[in-house]
């Protein structure tokens, strides 16, 4: 189990995680070098090797269009691609194909 991101105390945009082994029931943590920005509302889909992560809220409730690809088994970060990424957004749907991610909805720049 993966677990990254989110609020903190005072409802302070995450950029840190752990992951889970139940079979030893022993956390470890996920690194942070190169990790996205910190943020909250994003989505998360599994391709069967990499967790990505984009979207959501960052600092100032800034909504992005960016996220990371993390390798459990590297314990490392790749940037997602900028190049006709969706218009910034938090609290989307996003779901696995097989093949690609699909980003539905959400709140926009607006606040």
């Known amino acids: 189990m993966l677990v990254w991101g989110g609020a903190g105390s005072a409802d302070v945009p995450l950029n840190t995680g ?3 082994n139940p079979t030893s029931d ?3 943590a ?6 996205p920005q910190a943020r909250r509302f994003f989505t998360v889909v599994w391709t069967g090797t990499r967790m990505v992560v984009w ?6 409730a800034a909504r992005l269009n960016d996220g990371g690809r993390y390798d459990p088994a590297a314990n490392c970060w790749m940037p997602t691609s900028l190049g006709s990424a969706p218009a910034p957004r938090s609290d989307h749907t996003a779901i696995w194909t097989g093949n ?4 539905w909805g959400g709140s926009g720049s607006s606040k």
């Not at 996920?30 to 990790?35: E, K, M, N, R, V």
């Not at 979207?55 to 100032?60: E, F, L, M, T, Y």
């Not at 690609?100 to 980003?103: E, H, L």
């Open 26 to 28: 022993a956390w470890s």
């Open 55 to 60: 979207g959501g809220s960052g600092a100032a």
């Open 18 to 20: 752990g992951r889970y």
């Open 100 to 103: 690609n991610m699909v980003v």
């Open 30 to 35: 996920i690194t942070t070098g190169s990790a």
